[in-house]
């Protein structure tokens, strides 16, 4: 067992002024990050306004939080089953198209939970069907995030064991046993990192569960802050929901910080594989491959059948509204990847333990549900009289830091740091070493969180719903919206331009996979 928690540090550059630019830097980057959730605590204790929220729920918030509670509950389940057995049967057995169905597996991130609800809701109501509650809106909320538990089960699959999966095998022990006695109990942090990761997008959600008629906190939250005009109502739903997240985060980094533990390496020999023969070949192929069939599959059926109601439409609005999408997610993209470049740098070159976690903190606005981020940015933005596009932008920059930030602390710590001691000798500051040696050793990474922080602002409805313009919607907003007047029509071509660019944002992951099936 090698542990990979210890790593060797790269030397500080030697310019004083220049750090403390750095340094200056990140502190600002972690105010702004850090300014909504603690403006959101100080409005719920009377900040302001003199008057503390009430932490009474009432009928409708009680009801709010065992709805969320038992989705989180039920759906971290789910998706712990159906994520480890495909990771297990595409990173660890052989069978008739495991390599194209392990890509598969990356195309349910492409549709967003509002989209295939949206879709189920008018399917069912062709033939007949009532498509709403709680397990409409389960088995939606499964098919959406089972991804994250694949994606770092598989992993530990591929990279953990090694030696005592052959052990298992020269001793005449079948898949299923080598599965049950060692990989399981081996990638279980990494399961439940994985179920952590499904169990914010749960909290997060608000279309699904506004459109299958399921109430959550985050139905709640928005349905008192603009319907009610209860805003320490809204905060306390909103406290609720933070801690409930909180557990959630510090589930999910326990847990992978373990994880990281089980990787033994390989020897450059192939990887034990079990071949499937007989009905086991079939039920893994079924297993793998009807998810991502009806995750894509439908939408595209529905596009097919609702096609005719295309011609009806005002192309002009469409444009209009696809552009308010892209440049909102351009800037976005922009943002996040400025932000995450300066944290990562920051991590790398100022050993100082305070920024440190610093880095760490600004990078958890991801954890924050949309609609608890989009209330503490009204509260914290209406004294100061900011505009509702700012609070957006302020919103997706906090909201998708992470997600840029992730994939360059990762290529980062891949960097020798002999490199930048090669690099610093010559007399380069730390501005210098960034320009010519990180940017071209990161233009990988740096695309990847770009068009995935692109992708991400694209689909993002919860935080565009609430903190949008008057009379600036965007793709997101105006599928949902078009979704709950059932006017399938106007909804059909934002909804494909949503799922195309969600399929280019899952194929980007490819490379992850391939890397993982080369080890």
């Known amino acids: 067992m090698v542990p990979l928690t210890a790593q060797a540090s790269s030397p500080a550059p030697q310019q004083g002024p220049q750090r403390r630019w750095l340094a200056a830097s990140v502190l600002l980057l972690s105010t702004l990050a850090l300014a909504p959730v603690v403006g959101l605590g100080w409005f719920a ?232 023969k007989g009905q086991r070949r079939w039920l893994s192929q079924l297993v793998c491959g009807v998810p991502p069939l009806i995750t894509l599959g439908l939408p595209l059926i529905w596009a097919g059948l609702s096609a005719d109601q295309i011609r009806g439409e005002d192309s002009s609005e469409l444009l209009a509204l696809g552009s308010r999408s892209f440049g909102l997610a351009l800037l976005a993209a922009a943002l996040t990847l400025a932000g995450g470049l300066l944290l990562a740098i920051a991590k790398r070159w100022i ?48 909201r998708f830091l992470a997600v840029s930030k992730g994939g360059l602390d990762a290529a980062l710590e891949r960097i020798p740091p002999s490199v930048d001691e090669a690099a610093t000798s010559l007399g380069n500051s730390w501005l210098g070493v960034l320009r010519r040696v990180h940017l071209p050793l990161l233009r990988g990474p740096l695309l990847v969180g770009g068009l995935l922080v692109f992708v991400d602002t694209v689909k993002e409805l919860p935080l565009t719903f609430a903190l949008r313009p008057f009379d600036f919607d965007t793709l997101a907003v105006r599928v949902y919206q078009y979704a709950s007047d059932e006017r399938v029509g106007a909804a059909l071509v934002p909804a494909l331009l949503i799922l195309a660019l969600g399929i280019v944002a899952a194929m980007a992951l490819i490379p992850s996979l391939e890397r993982l099936e080369r080890r």
């Open 45 to 276: 204790f009377g900040g302001g306004s003199g008057e503390a929220a009430r932490f009474d729920l009432g009928i409708g918030g009680t009801e709010q939080m065992l709805n969320t509670l038992l989705l989180v509950v039920l759906v971290g389940l789910l998706t712990a089953v159906l994520g480890t057995a495909t990771g297990w049967l595409t990173a660890r057995c052989a069978f008739p198209g495991r390599r194209w169905l392990r890509i598969a597996q990356l195309l349910p991130l492409a549709t967003p939970s509002y989209l295939l609800a949206a879709t189920w809701i008018d399917l069912g109501s062709r033939y007949g069907l009532r498509v709403h509650g709680v397990v409409p809106t389960l088995v939606v909320m499964v098919l959406s995030t089972y991804s994250y538990v694949f994606l770092l089960s598989t992993e530990s699959f591929s990279v953990s064991g090694r030696r005592q999966l052959e052990a298992c095998r020269s001793l005449g022990v079948g898949p299923w046993g080598s599965f049950r006695r060692v990989a399981l109990p081996m990638a279980l942090p990494a399961i439940g990192a994985g179920v952590a990761l499904g169990g914010m997008e749960v909290v997060n959600e608000l279309g699904a569960v506004q459109l299958l008629g399921v109430p959550t906190l985050s139905t709640g939250i928005l349905m008192r802050w603009q319907q009610d005009g209860d805003p320490q109502g809204a905060v306390a739903l909103a406290l609720m929901a933070l801690v409930l997240v909180a557990l959630l985060v510090g589930a999910e980094r326990s847990l992978r910080q373990r994880s990281r533990c089980w990787n033994l390496g390989n020897d450059g020999d192939a990887d034990p594989q079990w071949h499937l």
């Open 351 to 398: 050993p100082n333990a305070v920024l440190q976690r610093l880095t760490f903190v600004s990078g958890l606005g991801y954890a924050i549900p949309g609609t608890v981020l989009a209330l503490a940015l009204m509260l914290l933005g209406g004294p100061l009289a900011l505009a509702p596009l700012l609070l957006l932008v302020w919103g997706y920059g906090d």
